[in-house]
């Protein structure tokens, strides 16, 4: 495990919206620079940017056109290296984020393999042998090339897959993992991969990462693949952090990464928790914890020693928090998430507690349109986020009434930002809440949440109540109260936990 990571608490950066410094509507790296020592002040030492590459942002820069370069928009390369210069001057540091599954079809690769003519990169992409031939059971582009062939989709149809080749070859036009297409697009990833940790970023949030290979149903070949790029990495490059949008962390831990996010799909039940109608921090909760509870003991299992699981309060993909749980119910949802083990990971504007907004879709955002909103900074013009004019932005500030903004939140000592930085200070300050330490449920569903967490020799005792009523928990295990939200006391045996109330108690 690279050291730094065991005590990391990550800021996520949506730059569009941070912080814009030229006064052209939009976010920049130097916004990011101008703005790192508020985010060490709430307590996080690291970011995980979203793609800040050159790209015609169809899908928000996730359809890249090209890897080496910083997008115009956000600034130049040089702004980048001083980025990361300002983040480690400040004991901090930064992953971007690598997409790796495909590119835009802006993409210089891209034009030269869509031509008839066999180039360098004909097979850059996956591309059916000739136009009428194809399966019905994958998305493709068609019609629109002089090469005679669709080419593979990977996301949406601007975005096409690049060629890692397949696990279980089936067609002939599925080409192993080892031909030289599929081999000569890793070595180029790996190339960008460099060109950017040379720079002096730290690492990677690696994009759709258990997408690369194909007919890999039980994710062997894109194991593979990932092993070829740490043993790569472990070489050149042995600090540089790896943390996946896989989902499953016992196979991408596995695969060699450090960490991995529970999503908004597939298994992990953690939507269920603070981030679904009727979740269970909600005050009129109809979801249980149970179900999170049982998978994520058995990703604790499967995974021990082998990295961390990364539990985000949310993420560009997803409707914001405060749409889902009420000011207590959040603050709640942090107390769970600081007090949990793995890296946690914050999305900008959730510490203020920012609303989600109805918009229409922007860059391919669609429904995630309403939590890519302008960071509101202070209450002048724009939040403070920028000085152009309002139409200028790229996307509207909120217009409700009570909008939060840091500068309102900054001297409340219960506003929901400070609440986020005590939890912090906290996390830090006690080694059984950090993140490498153990975890053990003593419920399982219900109301309170009650877990044990151990590390380094100490023990604390968590117990979360988001419910509306008062409840509470019959134990021998009794100690020093080193946090408390709501009121929870001991007596006769037992902890009385008021609604929506939670404590972390050291035993
Ligand atoms: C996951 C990213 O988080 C999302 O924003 C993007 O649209 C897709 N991958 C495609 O790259």
Known sequence: MVKWLENAVFYEIYPQSFYDTNGDGIGDLQGIIEKLDYIKSIGCNALWINPCFDSPFQDAGYDVRDYYKI?????????????????????MHVLLDLVPGHTSIEHEWFKQS????????TDRFIWTSNVWQYPTNIRLISGLFERDGNAVINF???????????????AEWEQPMDAPGPKATLEEMKRIMAFWLDMGCDGFRVDM??????????????????????AFLDEKFPQAVLVSEWGEPHESLNAGFHMDFLLHFGESHYTNLYHEKGAYFSKDATLDSAAFIKTYKSYMEKTAGKGYICLPTGNHDMVRLSNFVDAAGQKLAFAFQMSMPGCPFIYYGDEIAMNYQQLVNKEGGYFRTGSRTP????????????????????????????????????????????????????????PALQNGGSVTFLTEGGYPLVYLRENAGQRILVLVNPSADAVTYKTDLVGEKIYEFGTVSYEN???????????????
């Not at 949406?156 to 089936?170: H, T």
């Open 71 to 91: 997008a115009p928009r956000y600034g130049t390369n040089d702004d980048a290296k001083h980025l990361f210069d300002e983040v480690h001057k400040r004991d």
């Open 114 to 121: 869509a031509k008839a003519e066999k180039n360098e990169y």
């Open 156 to 170: 949406f149809s601007s975005q096409p897959a690049l060629n890692y080749g397949y696990y279980e070859p089936r």
């Open 209 to 230: 990462a258990a997408s690369l290979v194909k007919n890999d149903e039980q994710r062997i070949g894109v194991t593979k693949l990932w092993h070829n790029v740490r």
């Open 375 to 430: 960071m509101q900074w202070n209450n002048e013009k724009n939040f403070g986020f920028s000085s152009a004019e309002a139409e200028m932005l790229y996307l509207p500030t909120d217009p409700s009434e009570n909008a939060p903004c840091v500068a309102a939140q900054e001297n409340d000592p219960d506003s929901m930002l400070n609440t986020v930085r005590d939890l912090i200070a906290i996390r830090k300050a006690n």
């Open 493 to 507: 045996g037992a902890y009385h936990i008021g609604a929506q109330s939670a404590a972390f108690i050291v035993l």
